[in-house]
């Protein structure tokens, strides 16, 4: 099978030029200006950004957490990405305390078997040394293409590991060629904050932004960081919302340290006010980290303009606000965190980035797709437009309006967090590995279609690349 995508703007990390891409089988075949072939499917573009396929280091489908479990599965979370122009992710495979990490994985890899859309990965959450795993286990996931291990600072009881064990998984990371990724709270502190505000009777839900203040955000990242030094790893620090994290994240990277950080689409748009929209409405927008002061806004565009930030993720974990969310309804600490996002990514910083004049373009790409790719080993099979690549495409209309609503989404959550916004620019057609997977507002393959995808392990060119 050939697709040839005629007469579109090709817009990757490094260049924006127009013309036509030929794809045969699964990947990129030729890029030129009117090119002279012959193709089985051939899409117009003219008018329209041709962009690498989005791809989203951070999402959690099918999780069991605070109570419940999330409410889409590969399925239907896969979906949202696709119709949201997200071609691969990476979900987060956790393992339970008493397993071993291949047990975790092949846990989750069941989850994803014969109902994925869209091409994934895995990274693992290392939660338990003692009982389940051990560390010479974990150092074998590399070979089998899961090349982060995620650790969580926060959660008290539940993830979080304490410094010896973050220590011991940094110091493999380095050795095995895996890249260290940090949650970064302070959950001891913030548990005490927790347990303080239900006992005084402070049970909305802005006391869950009241109780992880961004210092507690700032102290861990720093911490990790510092930690991440001594044993020599590469670190990528996971939902970045606020100048105190920032700020340690810059320092690191202006000294050259292989520290990356990712911020997440609502943390440009959601501030702490939110936490008080009435009827419990405020349960939509907690998640951890919180949501901030307004004021941290401009901060993360600046990052994410600037390159103290690497990339833009969803931290896609979503619940129902009626029949999830509800489960703390009379305690802010019950309520599970998380909100769904994935589909609405590429659109969101589209507009408020790119048409709004705060990246370019190229950049929109680096940070929605390549970035991804190059730090979680997956470029240059994926996060470009390039021969040999795979034909992972998004046919993006610049023009096209779209107001934003729960009522079209693809996600399974009955809210979205950018419910009415109006946006400029949205997709038309999605392509993975050269098949058209959505067009004309339909899902055109079926479940079992996505693929998991080996990761390379962390290289010493992208070292040198920074
Ligand atoms: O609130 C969130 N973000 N839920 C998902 C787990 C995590 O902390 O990433
Ligand atoms: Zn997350």
């Known amino acids: 099978m050939s697709v040839l ?20 089988g699964e990947r990129v075949s030729l890029i030129g200006e009117q090119l002279d072939v012959d193709a089985d499917i051939v899409i117009d573009a003219t008018g329209k950004l ?36 997200t071609t691969c992710h990476v979900d987060f495979a956790i393992q339970s305390k008493g397993q071993t990490f291949t047990a975790a994985l092949d846990e989750w890899s069941a989850k994803a078997s014969g109902k994925a859309v869209i ?22 996931l590399p070979d089998r293409g899961v090349t982060s291990y995620k650790m969580l600072m926060a959660y008290k009881g539940v993830f979080l590991v304490d410094d010896e064990t973050l220590f011991k998984v940094m110091e493999l990371a380095a050795r095995t060629g895996a890249l260290a990724m940090i949650h970064g709270e302070n ?11 239900v006992a005084e009777g402070r049970l909305e839900p802005r006391y869950h932004a009241l109780t992880r203040p961004p210092e507690l955000e700032g ?41 990356w950080g990712e911020t997440c689409t609502q943390y440009f748009f959601i501030d702490d006010t939110f936490l008080d929209e009435p009827d419990f409405g405020g349960a939509k927008y907690v998640f951890s980290p919180p949501v901030r002061d307004k004021a941290n806004q401009p901060v993360l565009w600046d990052a994410v303009r600037t390159d103290v930030l690497s990339a833009i993720s969803t931290d896609h974990c979503a619940f129902l606000l009626d029949g999830q969310k509800t489960l703390g309804r009379d305690d802010f600490s019950k309520i599970p965190n998380g909100a769904p996002g ?5 659109r969101m910083i589209h507009h408020f980035g790119v048409n709004e004049g705060r990246i370019t373009l190229n950049r929109m790409v680096e940070l929605l797709s390549t970035n991804a790719a190059r730090l979680f080993g997956l470029y240059p099979k994926k996060g470009t437009i390039a021969p ?24 399974k959550s009955d809210y979205n967090l950018f419910e009415g916004t109006e946006v ?36 010493e060119e992208l070292r040198s690349a920074r």
């Not at 091409?119 to 074998?140: A, N, P, Q, S």
């Not at 510092?226 to 990528?236: E, F, K, N, W």
């Not at 994935?342 to 590429?346: G, I, N, V």
């Open 219 to 259: 102290e861990a990242t720093n911490r990790a960081i510092q930690i991440a030094r001594v044993a020599g790893a590469p670190l990528y620090v996971v939902h970045v919302t606020c100048k105190e994290s920032v700020d340690a994240i810059r320092v690191a990277r202006a000294k050259n340290w292989d520290v």
């Open 388 to 411: 040999g690549s795979d034909a992972d495409i998004v046919i993006f209309d610049p023009n096209r309006k779209k107001t934003i609503t729960a009522a079209d989404q693809h996600s």
């Open 187 to 197: 959950g001891e502190v913030i548990d005490v904050l927790v347990r303080r505000a």
């Open 342 to 346: 994935l589909e609405d990514r590429l």
């Open 119 to 140: 091409d994934y990965g895995f990274h693992i959450i290392v939660t338990d040394l003692e009982e389940g795993g051990t560390l010479e286990e974990l150092g074998t």
């Open 424 to 459: 400029t620019g949205d997709v038309d057609t999605t392509l993975i590995r050269g098949t058209v997977v959505v067009d004309g507002g339909e899902l055109k393959v079926e479940p079992g279609f996505g693929q998991f995808v080996k990761r390379a392990k962390f290289g």
């Open 5 to 24: 995508i005629r007469g579109g703007r090709i817009v990757t990390a490094a260049d924006s030029t127009i013309g036509d891409v030929y794809i045969e």
């Open 50 to 85: 041709v962009l690498p396929g989005a791809i989203d280091p951070h999402t959690h489908l099918e999780m069991p957490f605070g109570g419940t479990v999330t409410i889409d599965d590969f399925t239907s979370g896969q979906t949202a990405a696709a119709f949201g122009g």
